[in-house]
């Protein structure tokens, strides 16, 4: 039984997490956009370098669970790594939003290689969190809210994040997104401090166990997995096999409409407040977009529970999905019918929708995914739980990096990064002024850049008229009017970006549920008559 303390501190800890990784998941491509650091030649190398960093974090993962399985400390062999993970990944994470030179080239050398430390760090800390869960309990109710709850708390954490930080960043983004990085730094190591301490998987893994060296030899033995062992045990478990081929579709589906939600809005609506603008837009905008996504996955997880009760899984993954989809192709039709207000709050219905169906199939699928364990426990005779849950991550992962390319290849074959590229020298001649140069030295570095003097300088003129009105620094006003008036669509573009956000998740959702359908074979039935199989095969073993 899992008890209080366990449960919390394992749930709450998984918010600064979150936030961190939604905050580099979902946001560091709009950090590389909209800062001025790199031209466009800079931004694909850069890009092509995350694509490989996030292929090697999923190769990564399956040798950090060995390493895991291997571990012997008077801590256990999960918690130490929570800890090193955290401690590793919360400084890589803040040095990657605050270093920035004036060589563009440089800087894609830096936060290449800070990126590469980021991910590997990570994976410390996510294959050792994540191992908890399933060493805290095997009963399917207990494991079910378990999950439910560690996801809950995700959720909050990335909507945390996801949330504010498309509310405070437009128009400040460098200093913004600095400061947005230290405290979710702190928050993640705080929280997993909580989980270091608070959370202990078994009576003989705990922080204050003394005598973990005069364990079982043979229990030692049986533990540790070889990395010939590893690859014999995940391409051993069929099952294990088909939800990661599941989580592969799952992920990229749900990602692809965050991934192009920021630059859709702005180029739809506005980048900067309605206030300032004139226009129906700004970061706002996304931020309450965010609150949907964040309704509609909460509500779901809240009433799971009682789905999986009166539901079998196989039902709840047909109709999660097939919400979904019909949420998907209404949004899609929405985006190339509709303008303005009626179609922002239309979008926000039908995304609830989406959110809704994603987050009932996505906790689904996490039990699917972790009852696979007991399966290969019952094929093979052993538990490997560490090697199991890579599998999530490594999959992930891999989504990650193919997401990333197809985002940044649409982004620059539609004509969008030249425009974001545009504002991010534009931010970046904002900070200039901010930090005390002159505006014309500002006004003579966007144009050397190849900026038109000729609406700079209207912007500056419409800045310093309505600067009273609005209590702002005329000049700056005025550079940001001029920045807003660099959203124009390319032909095609805004469709493009409807399409990556809605066609591509539908055609990945209906191949999941045909996956499932066809090759997943444990049931409710069949998994309590695995484990009622291996309690008496540990019975028999200990007469």
Same mark, same amino acid.
């Given at each position: 039984?899992?008890?209080?303390?366990?449960?919390?501190?394992?749930?709450?800890?998984?918010?600064?997490?979150?936030?961190?990784?939604?905050?580099?998941?979902?946001?560091?491509?709009?950090?590389?956009?909209?800062?001025?650091?790199?031209?466009?030649?800079?931004?694909?190398?850069?890009?092509?370098?995350?694509?490989?960093?996030?292929?090697?974090?999923?190769?990564?993962?399956?040798?950090?669970?060995?390493?895991?399985?291997?571990?012997?400390?008077?801590?256990?062999?999960?918690?130490?790594?929570?800890?090193?993970?955290?401690?590793?990944?919360?400084?890589?994470?803040?040095?990657?939003?605050?270093?920035?030179?004036?060589?563009?080239?440089?800087?894609?050398?830096?936060?290449?290689?800070?990126?590469?430390?980021?991910?590997?760090?990570?994976?410390?800390?996510?294959?050792?969190?994540?191992?908890?869960?399933?060493?805290?309990? #095997?009963? *399917?109710?207990?494991?079910?809210? =378990?999950? !439910?709850?560690?996801? @809950?708390?995700?959720?909050? +954490?990335?909507?945390? $994040?996801?949330?504010?930080?498309?509310?405070?960043?437009?128009?400040?983004?460098?200093?913004?997104?600095?400061?947005?990085?230290?405290?979710?730094?702190?928050?993640?190591?705080?929280?997993?401090?909580?989980?270091?301490?608070?959370?202990?998987?078994?009576?003989?893994?705990?922080?204050?166990?003394?005598?973990?060296?005069?364990?079982?030899?043979?229990?030692?033995?049986?533990?540790?997995?070889?990395?010939?062992?590893?690859?014999?045990?995940?391409?051993?478990?069929?099952?294990?096999?088909?939800?990661?081929?599941?989580?592969?579709?799952?992920?990229?589906?749900?990602?692809?409409?965050?991934?192009?939600?920021?630059?859709?809005?702005?180029?739809?609506?506005?980048?900067?407040?309605?206030?300032? #603008?004139? *226009?129906?837009?700004?970061?706002? =905008?996304? !931020?309450?977009?965010? @609150?949907?996504?964040?309704? +509609?996955?909460?509500? $779901?997880?809240?009433?799971?529970?009682?789905?999986?009760?009166?539901?079998?899984?196989?039902?709840?993954?047909?109709?999660?999905?097939?919400?979904?989809?019909?949420?998907?192709?209404?949004?899609?039709?929405?985006?190339?019918?509709?303008?303005?207000?009626?179609?922002?709050?239309?979008?926000?219905?039908?995304?609830?929708?989406?959110?809704?169906?994603?987050?009932?199939?996505?906790?689904?699928?996490?039990?699917?995914?972790?009852?696979?364990?007991?399966?290969?426990?019952?094929?093979?005779?052993?538990?490997?739980?560490?090697?199991?849950?890579?599998?999530?991550?490594?999959?992930?992962?891999?989504?990650?990096?193919?997401?990333?390319?197809?985002?940044?290849?649409?982004?620059?074959?539609?004509?969008?990064?030249?425009?974001?590229?545009?504002?991010?020298?534009?931010?970046?001649?904002?900070?200039?002024?901010?930090?005390?140069?002159?505006?014309?030295?500002?006004?003579?570095?966007?144009?050397?850049?190849?900026?038109?003097?000729?609406?700079?300088?209207?912007?500056?003129?419409?800045?310093?008229?309505?600067?009273?009105?609005?209590?702002?620094?005329?000049?700056?006003?005025?550079?940001?009017?001029?920045?807003?008036?660099?959203?124009?669509?390319?032909?095609?573009?805004?469709?493009?970006?409807?399409?990556?956000?809605?066609?591509?998740?539908?055609?990945?959702?209906?191949?999941?549920?045909?996956?499932?359908?066809?090759?997943?074979?444990?049931?409710?039935?069949?998994?309590?008559?695995?484990?009622?199989?291996?309690?008496?095969?540990?019975?028999?073993?200990?007469?």
């Amino acid at each position: 039984m899992v008890n209080k303390r366990n449960k919390w501190c394992l749930s709450l800890g998984c918010i600064g997490r979150d936030m961190c990784y939604t905050l580099v998941s979902l946001f560091l491509l709009t950090y590389l956009q909209y800062t001025g650091l790199f031209n466009t030649q800079q931004f694909i190398v850069l890009s092509a370098i995350i694509v490989v960093c996030r292929i090697w974090d999923a190769i990564n993962d399956p040798m950090m669970g060995t390493i895991i399985t291997n571990t012997r400390t008077r801590f256990g062999k999960y918690r130490p790594w929570v800890l090193i993970g955290a401690v590793t990944n919360a400084i890589v994470l803040i040095l990657m939003f605050c270093i920035r030179t004036s060589n563009g080239w440089l800087n894609v050398a830096i936060i290449g290689l800070l990126y590469l430390l980021w991910g590997m760090t990570f994976t410390m800390n996510d294959i050792s969190y994540w191992d908890l869960l399933p060493a805290l309990t #095997s009963e *399917k109710k207990e494991r079910d809210n =378990l999950t !439910t709850l560690v996801a @809950v708390f995700a959720s909050v +954490g990335a909507f945390a $994040s996801g949330g504010i930080v498309p509310m405070v960043t437009p128009g400040n983004m460098i200093v913004a997104y600095r400061i947005v990085a230290i405290i979710c730094g702190v928050i993640f190591l705080g929280c997993q401090l909580m989980v270091f301490f608070g959370v202990h998987d078994n009576k003989d893994d705990t922080f204050i166990e003394k005598d973990f060296k005069k364990k079982d030899e043979k229990e030692i033995k049986e533990d540790a997995v070889s990395l010939k062992g590893m690859v014999k045990i995940l391409f051993g478990n069929k099952q294990l096999l088909v939800m990661a081929v599941v989580v592969l579709l799952y992920t990229t589906a749900s990602s692809m409409l965050t991934a192009f939600g920021q630059n859709f809005f702005y180029f739809k609506f506005g980048y900067l407040s309605g206030e300032i #603008s004139g *226009k129906f837009g700004g970061g706002t =905008l996304v !931020t309450i977009f965010t @609150v949907i996504y964040a309704a +509609g996955t909460l509500i $779901s997880q809240a009433i799971y529970p009682s789905l999986a009760n009166k539901f079998k899984r196989d039902k709840l993954v047909l109709w999660s999905i097939l919400i979904s989809v019909i949420g998907y192709v209404i949004f899609f039709l929405l985006t190339t019918l509709l303008e303005g207000v009626v179609l922002f709050i239309l979008l926000c219905v039908f995304s609830l929708i989406i959110f809704a169906g994603q987050g009932v199939f996505y906790l689904t699928m996490l039990v699917m995914l972790t009852n696979t364990i007991e399966y290969g426990e019952w094929k093979t005779g052993k538990n490997h739980a560490a090697i199991t849950f890579t599998v999530r991550p490594f999959m992930v992962k891999l989504s990650s990096a193919l997401q990333y390319g197809v985002v940044v290849l649409t982004l620059i074959v539609c004509g969008v990064y030249t425009i974001t590229n545009q504002v991010g020298e534009v931010e970046a001649a904002l900070g200039m002024l901010k930090e005390g140069k002159g505006i014309t030295e500002c006004v003579n570095y966007l144009v050397d850049l190849g900026h038109s003097a000729t609406a700079i300088n209207e912007g500056l003129i419409e800045g310093a008229l309505r600067a009273p009105e609005l209590k702002m620094d005329p000049e700056i006003l005025g550079l940001q009017l001029y920045c807003e008036t660099l959203f124009i669509a390319p032909p095609g573009a805004l469709v493009g970006m409807a399409a990556m956000m809605s066609i591509v998740p539908i055609l990945c959702l209906i191949g999941s549920y045909f996956i499932i359908k066809k090759k997943y074979i444990i049931s409710e039935e069949k998994y309590e008559e695995i484990l009622k199989d291996l309690e008496e095969r540990k019975v028999q073993s200990q007469e």
